[in-house]
């Protein structure tokens, strides 16, 4: 083990928050620990949600009005992330929209090849901590992402 190398300091470069548009107090409280870091490292920051199509019924999603509302409505959220990040003294910060497929295999098989973060922060899904399947997505991109991830409580 080389000593010198343990005394580098481990410093972020790029870093991505994922965002729940349904989950508002995992999202902020991932949101304030992501800003805190962007700012305080002065990294670009990538702030992402991803459209969920579980959350459209069958009906609606054979209206187009319908989903271009949901999508408007992601990217809405989306972009006031970005600008609380902005007010919060974040330098650069880019809004990431994306839709279609698993949240989480959206995140991995696109996004993180996209924006090239080397951390990934994310919500611990406190809306629905009863469930087998939804609270599972921080916990399934934590073994999942080649990059680190932390996941805030």
């Known amino acids: 083990m080389d000593s010198k ?4 300091p481990l410093i972020y470069r790029r870093i991505l928050l994922t965002v729940d548009e349904d989950d508002n107090t995992s999202s902020e409280r991932a949101f304030r620990y992501a800003t805190t870091l962007a700012r305080d490292y002065a990294v670009p920051m ?3 949600s991803v459209m969920e199509s579980e959350d459209i019924n069958i009906f609606d999603s054979l209206t187009p009005s319908k989903i271009q509302a949901k999508r408007h409505h992601v990217e809405d959220v989306v972009a006031e992330y970005v600008k609380m990040a902005e007010a919060e003294g974040v330098a650069h910060v880019e809004p990431l929209v994306y839709e279609g497929g698993d949240v989480d295999d959206v995140i991995l098989d696109r996004v993180i090849p996209e924006f090239k973060p080397d951390l990934l922060v994310t919500g ?3 809306q629905f901590a009863h469930s087998k399947i939804a609270g599972a997505i921080g916990p399934r991109l934590a073994r999942k ?3 680190s991830v932390i996941v805030v409580r």
Request: proline share 8%; charged share 15%; hydrophobic share 40%.
């Open 145 to 147: 992402a080649p990059i």
């Open 5 to 8: 190398s343990m005394s580098d």
């Open 46 to 48: 990538g702030i992402c």
């Open 124 to 126: 611990a899904d406190t």
